[in-house]
């Protein structure tokens, strides 16, 4: 250990920011640790989006799917066509390109929290097929768990398993992530979304897998071309500071040519690359832009 969080951690108590757990490795080994109690597996909301890229990887890399697949191609009990609406307002022609990206052309994004959790159909597939977009595909980043629920049913439908039992033995297991919970849609399909516990060490081996383009202990668990593209710009954003650089395959760019995987209330998986380092916390706090920005001003700088 080697890193000192005595000025990130006086930071964000000084701001009341609720951090409950801080990992940091750097050059492959552990730089510093902190938790307020104990490192539990706790619901790591959109950091699971990241988690599942990397379940496409893998299926693009056996030729299961490919970044032009279309939603009807596997879907197509659901696309019909309404003759009333442009050929490119017709959510089968969706693909997994711009959901990835996050640019499905929906104004509202199906298959939020509170709608799922209220939801009377059953089969979400179904449901978010039955809903036209707004606009074209690949014009605009709206930020949608739906995009990625679909996603993970694409890959359910090209691999013949869920996300979670396609990953176990491919990304889950070489991490040491053993028995895992991730949430799934009424009829079995991995969330994707959201809905993955694990704890903050496991996921800063995940963060270390993607350091190192997807090896683990000399072995390739996820290809490392794909890493490359999924957390490299794909589209534009805008927001906050650490919201405005733009978004890849399921992942955010971040300042200082970092990029992250990041869930509400303040999961973070952040790679920086050109320090070769590692920071993953997990915390209950709605300020994530604070926790960032104490990364940035206290962490950053000790790297």
Known sequence: MSVSLTGFLNSVNHQQLNVLSVRILQNGTPAAQWDLNRDERRLQHSVSKSFTCMAVGLAIAEGKLTLDTKLKDFFPQYAEQDPTLAPSLHPGELTLYNLLRMSSGHDSPPLWAEERASLQEKDWVKYYMSLPLDRPQGET????????????????????????????????????????????????????????YINNEELSRFGQMLLQKGKWNGKQLVPADWIEFATRRQIDNEGGPDWSQGY????????????????????????????????????????????????????????
């Not at 439908?157 to 889950?172: E, I, S």
């Not at 079995?188 to 979304?193: A, F, K, P, R």
């Not at 399921?250 to 952040?270: L, N, S, T």
Request: a negative charge.
């Open 248 to 303: 890849g395959c399921q992942f955010w760019m971040c300042q200082h040519d970092a990029y992250r995987a990041d869930g509400m209330f303040g999961q973070f998986c952040v790679v920086i690359p050109g320090k070769n380092a590692v920071v993953a916390i997990n915390s209950h706090e709605e300020n994530m832009q604070a926790i960032l920005d104490a990364v940035w001003d206290e962490i950053l700088p000790l790297l």
């Open 141 to 196: 980043f709206t930020y949608s768990s739906g995009d990625t629920f679909m996603i993970s049913a694409l890959v359910q439908a090209a691999v013949g398993q869920t996300v979670k039992d396609y990953l176990t033995p491919r990304l889950f297991e070489p991490l040491d992530i053993q028995n895992i919970s991730w949430d799934t849609s009424p009829l079995g399909v991995t969330l994707g979304c959201t809905g993955l």
